[in-house]
C-alpha cells in the first residue's frame, strides 16, 4: 500500500470536518427557505380567496338592485295595500 503524505490526508480530512460542520446550518437554512415559501403561498391564496369572495358579494349586490328595479311598484303597493287592510282586525262596534 503506497504511503500518501500526511499533509494532503490532513487537508482531506479538514475539508470533510468543513463540510460536516456547515451541514446543521445549511439544513437549518433550507428549511427556513422552504417555511418563507410555504408562507408566501399562504398568503397569495388568501388574497385569491378574498378576491373571489368580493366578486360573490358584487354579484349578489348587483342581483339584488336588479330585482329591486324590476318590481312593478304601483302593483306592489296595491297588494300590500289589501293585504294590510284584510289583515286589520275589525274596529269594535259601538
Not at 16 to 27: D, F, K, R, T
Not at 41 to 53: P, T, W, Y
Amino acid at each position: 500500500m503506497p504511503v500518501v503524505n500526511e499533509q494532503i490526508t490532513d487537508a482531506v480530512t479538514q475539508a470533510n470536518v468543513h463540510v460536516l460542520g456547515e451541514a446543521p446550518a445549511m439544513a437549518m437554512g433550507t428549511i427556513y427557505q422552504s417555511m418563507a415559501h410555504a408562507t408566501g403561498i399562504l398568503f397569495e391564496n388568501a388574497v385569491s380567496a378574498q378576491q373571489q369572495q368580493n366578486t360573490l358579494a358584487q354579484a349578489a349586490t348587483n342581483q339584488g338592485v336588479m330585482q329591486i328595479y324590476s318590481v312593478d311598484t304601483s302593483a306592489d303597493a296595491v297588494a300590500t295595500k289589501t293585504i294590510l287592510q284584510d289583515a286589520s282586525p275589525a274596529a269594535p262596534k259601538a
